[in-house]
């Protein structure tokens, strides 16, 4: 006995906008974690205590955004 599973979902339910502005989504918070990340850490000790943060708080204020 041969048995075929049709249980996929049709391609017409997956939303394909919404699919796409969830995925941009998801991009552009990554590149603002990522390009904050990268200004914090491009600073001075000097300069990150100047604003109350040292380096162990960069990873913590960039997954803010």
Do not use: Q, V, Y
């Amino acid at each position: 006995m041969a048995l075929l599973d049709t249980a996929r979902a049709p391609a017409h339910s997956l939303d394909t906008p919404g699919l796409f502005a969830r995925l941009l989504g998801t991009f552009l918070s990554w590149n603002d974690r990522r390009a904050t990340r990268k200004a914090l850490a491009s600073l001075s000790d000097r300069e990150l205590e100047d604003i109350g943060l040292c380096r162990g708080d960069i990873d913590a204020i960039a997954a803010r955004f």
